[in-house]
Each structure stands twice: as C-alpha cells, then as structure tokens.
C-alpha cells in the first residue's frame, strides 16, 4: 500500500525559507512523475513543481521558477521542496503527489497522480 507522508511546513515571513519533505512508503514506480500541488483556499489545485523520473527531468510552474527547487532522495525514497523567497500569494496546504500507471496529460494535470498525502500548511505572513 502507498503512502505518502509531508512535513515541514509551518509560517514564515515573506522572503523566508521553508523545506517540505515526502515520505514515500511502498511506492516504487520510478519510470512515472512525482511532484507537489497546493491548494489555496477558494482557488483550485495547481500543479507547483514536479520530477519525471524516467526522463530525469524537472517541471515548475511559472510562479515558483526561480525559487523552488524540487529534489528526490532515491535511498530515503523522500522527495523535497524547497521554497525561497516565500511570497504571501504562497500560502496554501501543499500536496506530495505520486503517479503509478501512464498519463498522456500535462505533469500539471492532477488526474495523472494516482497516490496522494495529506497535505502540509504553508503560510506565508507580509
């Protein structure tokens, strides 16, 4: 059974620092995407940054390139966020997402992850 576990989330003020980490029990399908989502409230889930392991590449979203840096710990099998630079505007519960099966969608689509965590509050205060 997979499970995925986040933590360390928390309140900052704007320009600080936050790493979130994703424990990842069972879960063993490294040809597909993992990554992170977040959801503010009244605002839709949005994809924030992912890795597709078989192709060993990184994806962001536009407004985090540049801040978050998305990374994976294959020993651990722990994948981590950080977040510099935090801004208000990200504040929201962040999402370790995992896929399992093949997608013909965008790494941003949430229909392509098939394992979810509980999610992480981040609150960024100004």
């Known amino acids: 059974q997979v499970q995925l576990v986040e933590s360390g989330g928390g309140s900052v003020q704007a320009g600080g620092s936050l790493r979130l980490s994703c424990a990842a029990s069972g879960y063993t399908y490294r040809r597909y995407c993992i990554g992170w989502f977040r959801q503010a409230p009244g605002k839709d889930r949005e994809g924030v940054a992912a890795?597709?392991?078989?192709?060993?590449?990184?994806y962001y979203a536009d407004s985090v390139k540049g801040r978050f840096t998305i990374s994976q710990d294959n020993a651990k099998n722990t994948l981590y966020l950080q977040m510099n630079s935090l801004k208000p505007e990200d504040t929201a519960m962040y999402y370790c997402a995992a896929q399992s099966t093949p997608y013909g969608g965008f790494w941003y689509d949430a229909a392509r992850y098939n394992y979810w965590g509980q999610g992480t509050q981040v609150t960024v205060s100004s």
């Open positions: 890795v597709d392991t078989r192709r060993s590449t990184t």
